[in-house]
């Protein structure tokens, strides 16, 4: 999968195919335009407004730790972001 195919598949959703003569039919109605990186940079919002902790959160969203943290700290840290994405989880079906 190339760095773009997420990206592309969304865009050709929303009827919007570089190259193409022929658009396919918009699925999204009216929805507003989105890529992957606003979906990240949601996520990455609700992380702090349900008060995970910053690494935590950047985990979350597979960031590497950088500096003297990343060189030292060797912690998985798997079970909190399970329960930080478990949490995300439960909070979004209440939105909707």
């Known amino acids: 999968m190339g760095k773009d195919t997420l990206n592309r598949a969304i865009a050709k959703l929303f009827g ?3 190259g193409k003569k022929i658009q396919p039919p918009n699925k999204m109605e009216n929805l507003e335009y989105f890529t992957v990186h606003d ?6 919002s609700l992380l702090a ?3 995970v902790p910053p690494h935590i959160a950047e985990r979350c ?15 998985d840290y798997y079970n909190e972001i ?3 994405l478990n949490n995300l989880s439960i909070n979004v079906r209440n939105i909707f």
């Not at 979906?39 to 990455?44: A, D, F, I, K, V």
Request: proline fraction near 3%; hydrophobic fraction near 25%.
């Open 16 to 18: 919007q195919e570089p």
């Open 39 to 44: 979906l990240r940079r949601t996520c990455r």
């Open 49 to 51: 407004s349900l008060s």
């Open 61 to 75: 969203l597979n960031h590497k730790i950088e500096g003297v943290r990343g060189v030292y700290d060797r912690y």
């Open 82 to 84: 399970k329960e930080a």
